[in-house]
């Protein structure tokens, strides 16, 4: 089971201007065969199937944990998406009207279900706009094997995402950039260690792929700063403790780039506090949530106001 | 963010018997159009892109957190997949050499993935063994289509499973179908009753659809009689509480098909207390977690130990 | 069975410009998942396998009814890309030579498939240039869950043409979405009036879906003016009168938006008198129908006069 | 524009038995790439494509009126489907209680989607269950080539046929089989000799693909018997005309396999008579058109009766 | 089995400017329907399954024959990509750093997997990036008809390769194009000539398709001046040599368009001289093959100096 | 370029039954994800793009090498395929007329598109029939990222094949299941060896994964005895030399499984001898390579010994 948060992982700057180009980039990090959406599935699939769970309980805490991970990180590459869409817009947008044809001079290479089907929104698709599908869920059962396969799609994602970054410079995505290259950094470095006990073999050493460092990208930077790359969150209230030795002992240098070389990694017993979600605007256009949505909004109101009495 | 609770939303029965027909026609019900990964992934995304957000909480709170039970969902399918795949086996299982080939004599039709890929663990894909894609996700952005959606999904979901309850005696499955009868209903009451706020047309008295009420299946039963079809949970530590007054008031009768007529409709602040995770028992044929897995059990052993004294 | 009539359901105006952006955005109005094809394949594959077929007739009759003219829509959404990726061109156009290629300078986001694939015409695919999917159809056999599923479709295409309105001032596609704005609407009411008889539950309150009347639009407007709004066509030599029961009574007055309030609704009891075919202009770079075709079209001259003198 | 008959091509016997391997078998020629479905597609979007049409009329009506036979054949592969799926059932079908579960001793290789789905209904899907999609269509917009493709389409939607037939002998599916094997072989024919007037290649010596008569299929005797190898219907009230000169003169030898030697091709001035649609009894395990359908046969029947006083 | 010739079937030019317009549109060529992974594949896969090859080891021998070269095209296609995507670098670029973002400003409307997915390379998708799939290939063991789907397949495939040289004049694609002319025009001779020694159907009468010859490009102009669509290669150490009846006597006049007419079609009994690869440069932005790959072109290095010495 | 020889890197063992069931099993290690279409091409697709080639040119060699002999990979696996598929028939089978239906007691789980498609012969399709895809090709152009892509990709094919291994006893499919393992386990460790030059990560003592050596298979036995495991072939007239000092030096303890430990790894300069092609008999029911051939037999004949007076 899952409790919500109504919280980001962290908090996103506003994108400066719509800017659905970015947006349509940055889906490829979200629906794409290496997106958060692959992360988040293919270590919650391995965690339903894990057999003899009970006796590899360190391996299975761990992936189910980093699982919970991965459902902020879809929330926070969609709410790149959503905040590159959305512009720095504010208050509800009802200027031009039906005829005018608000869309009617956007770049025709943007993904036009952003427009047409979603309202403006974030879709769980890739950069071609080619829905994410379940083939790219490997979960097969022996532990090595998607221990390796993890290690492989992180460092894959990873690539993909420095490329975006140089494809865009739109503080919402770089942002999110930033702090994912920190914290994918963190899930390839436990299943190297993952490996490692069981395996002997020093996995940690092959990182960072591509070879460079987080520390190249200032977003990453003030992550590292902050520690971030050093922790583990426990994503439960009672669950996956075990996990912890495999996160644990001194960060390798390549790794930490002199951010608090020596540091020991540390499994924190807490979600990160995060941020606010993003504020999207109500849009005329996108009938989103309504043409002239006053009504509905009086409605939800008197809801609200009686919620709040409960 | 998501915080996981390493619980099923309730407890499956073991499956008497290795059944990987039953397997099979259940995977439709988590990798469908109408699966729970369709369930889980439409309120999620049109939680993440609802606009004016604010304005209409009720609703936002409403949809999202229906989706963080969703994820149970997903949860109990596969275990219900992983049950019939697994059968009554407890102990590791190295009946039969490879030379053997255990699996010469299944039935032609079962789903070679099952056994090919997965490890005989369940797979984000339909009885087709076809991938559930992100094209299933509606998200328009316009509140009442998006509802009107819901509702609709959520009735064709309970007729796949009313079709494959019919397909199957696997107790495994059907204590599956018969608490998901309950809470997919309590999910299309929910939406209905968001619908009718918004446009006063009773959608409730569509319900159920097909008209045939869940008591007609005895593993409905128990839960109508424990009252579930009366509860929404709320499922987060501190959110979303908002959406209270639309699960709120009298249980219409017909929904309510005798079990506390007249009751009101709770919102609970809390997540059902749940049940074990099924026992999957290692599988040498399947690697699963691999062929003889000693030597990766007692790595594991030092590990969990290591982490019960942190 | 199926006659074909050599017409649209209404004429169109020829594009003033050539234009494959406009082309690109309204395919997805004919192969995507709320396209003309999926209405069309939706209601015919349901009156292909409606049970008990002849205790149900009325419903039958109009959902085999409707498929009949949704062939109409396939064929009317076609022309209006068709007439986009020809522009005004009247006569074969043999403009520039294959070296100096007469398309090297197209934007790059327009489809690549009107190019290289179609000879500049429409595809059954959507605004990705994904095809049209069998999985698409809905029709589950259950009367009441198959009229919501084409009252949530007709819908959702709604919103989508709506939003494809914006993104477009071309009237070659503008006429062609005002004459489906008005007669998607005649969709959407007598699904929702045959729900209404069934379940007693008002659905044509809900309507119109987004909360916009078809007026906004100068396009729309004139078909409304024409009371198109408040007739159904029957498009058989002598079948489906049953469904007229379903289509009658006065049409509600938020559906006429002031167009003939108060007025009956109205079962035609034979096609639209329609418009004449777009003329497509031969294509020398396309080679279609030819580089030069003058030889075949000889050939076909003379078979055309043989056929005039049967 | 279309309007619509309510019978099939030719009349169909009922299955004998309940028969999902043949059902499942036959969706290959619906919903595959040489279903039925391509060859309306194909044709249809060929001809709403076609340039310079007006100049190659005899051609274009060629084309746009073998379309409008299609739609009759997509009608008539699924009424095969459809009798398979149904049985020699005759009335509403309420055996076996839900508890009981009908289909759970189903043969594991059935096409699921057919229980899980559709209520017991074919589906534009082939015979893997894999949908039907808009990428099957070929339309280049070069008449030569659009007609070698459809020559090659129908050659191997013949073959596909061809292979169907051994794997049933189901008499809903062979008598269609019989019926398709000619008037795919008419179609087949009236493409070749499209072709010899354009090219002068004999492509009708290359017929029939396979070396095999239609002949051998008893079924297809009795169609040959009665000339329907020799007839291409006009498929339209007033339109069409000019393709005759195309299908005419004397029909080869080697396709008249010694019925009706040396006889005429017509162009018959009508649709086929036909055959009255294949009943469906309503079936209670599939909730189709209810689980216990009075009430709704009630309302129907009212209006029903009131559109008999029309 | 395959030995592998580490050169290309001919020279490109460098690519004058990075175009990855050009390349999307040629993706079309190498991974859409009719590019050169369907022909390489549809031969490969009807040689490996062709029944009773003993004796009819000609067209064996032709079709499994053609199969090799094509090996050869998708390395020539995917060679003209890629150098379209390198540009007219020579050394290794690392202009620019992470942060200036050199890919901000590309076209919105690029094939994204260009860059983030590969590298700047080719892959197997087609102009939508959709990729390449193994329902193109068409094998259906029967001789005649897989001749005759062939004979299509070469024709569909000139036909968009012709459309594709409007859409550039990049020197790299054109070149490409001019020699695919001309080798793809063997291919069809040689399918229309198999076909016609078992049909007597004069197939070879119906070139070229489209009525374009090749001449009208001048880069193909140089390979007929050259001869080459006289030639089929015999592309095996000792294999195949029994194609040669089919591939013999002199060329159609149509076919050669005044170059060589009536000369003599030939077996040659060695693959073409071919030329050299092209050179692609590294780049940091893409980490092809590394950031700063000096150390891993060090080690290799070694490597290759060493290899030198054995 | 390529050169084809016509021979199979290993003979292999007619099937002694008809046997559609392991021929469906087996699809999937032809076009599934872990197919050999899928090693194939992503290590083609990786030569064809890789950067700086020639300063990396042991890797280039190496990778470009072993694509080379995937290709005698995917025909091992079709020819296995094939013979399931033929079982031990080597006349032309007449037997069973059309009527009859010689296959209308398949077990309905078979694979259809082995009858109504391909004739009874492999398709690069996967055990679901879903085709192989393009999406399966990884190629990032990062060296070491790709090489820890391709060690991956080894050793799920590996797992995967182990498994179906479990699923037959058919010794077509055993014998090439029993070769591929030593091939596999060679390529497996030389992309090991490859990553451990670059990065110093002992990759090798990971193998094998699974944790069970080939030699538990008797199949594999024999081909261990012969010391397959220690050879990497050349397969190239001229090239790739420089991949050899990567393949060099003693083969890893547990690598050798006891045959030949401490022996040295060898780079063969020469295919493999390898087998005959399997003979696979017409057969009328498929229409393979005709329904009755004897007519193109002869043509055949007559064209082959022609060929042989050449």
């Not at 995402?161 to 436990?190: C, I, S």
């Not at 792929?209 to 009672?238: D, Q, V, W």
């Not at 540390?266 to 009938?287: K, N, Q, T, Y």
Request: charged share 20%; glycine share 10%.
């Amino acid at each position: 089971m899952m409790l919500r948060i109504d919280r980001l992982p962290v908090e996103l700057p506003a994108s400066p201007k719509e800017d659905p180009v970015a947006a349509k980039n940055v889906q490829e990090l979200l629906g794409g065969r290496f997106g958060e959406m692959s992360t988040l599935m293919n270590y919650t699939y391995q965690s339903f199937g894990m057999r003899s769970r009970e006796k590899i309980r360190p391996y299975y805490a761990l992936i189910a944990n980093i699982a919970a991970e991965e459902f902020g990180h879809i929330e926070i590459v969609s709410a790149s998406i959503n905040s590159c869409l959305n512009g720095p817009r504010t208050d509800f947008d009802d200027s031009g009207t039906m005829e005018e044809g608000v869309w009617k001079d956007l770049p025709s290479g943007v993904f036009g279900g952003h427009y047409i089907a979603s309202g403006q929104s974030a879709l769980p698709v890739d950069s071609r706009g080619m829905p994410w599908t379940g083939d790219y869920v490997f979960s097969s059962g022996n532990l090595i094997l998607d221990l390796l396969h993890n290690f492989f799609l992180e460092n894959g994602a990873r690539t993909q995402k420095l490329r975006v970054y140089q494809m865009t410079d739109n503080p919402a995505a770089r942002t999110m950039l930033g702090y994912l290259f920190v914290r994918g950094g963190v899930h390839a470095l436990a299943y190297a260690r993952a490996l490692e006990t069981l395996t002997g073999v020093k996995m940690s050493q092959m990182l960072p792929i591509p070879k460079i460092g987080n520390a190249t990208c200032p977003e990453a930077r003030k992550f590292m700063e902050a520690g971030l790359h050093l922790k583990l969150y426990r994503l439960s209230p009672n669950d996956y403790h075990e996990a912890g030795p495999i996160w644990s002992g001194e960060a390798p240098k390549e790794y930490t780039e002199g951010y608090s070389d020596g540091a020991q990694l540390e499994f924190v017993d807490a979600p990160p506090s995060g941020g606010d979600l993003a504020h999207l605007a109500g849009i005329a256009s996108s009938f989103a949530p309504e043409y002239a949505p006053e009504e509905i909004m009086e409605i939800a109101n008197k809801l609200y106001k009686k919620a709040k009495d409960l």
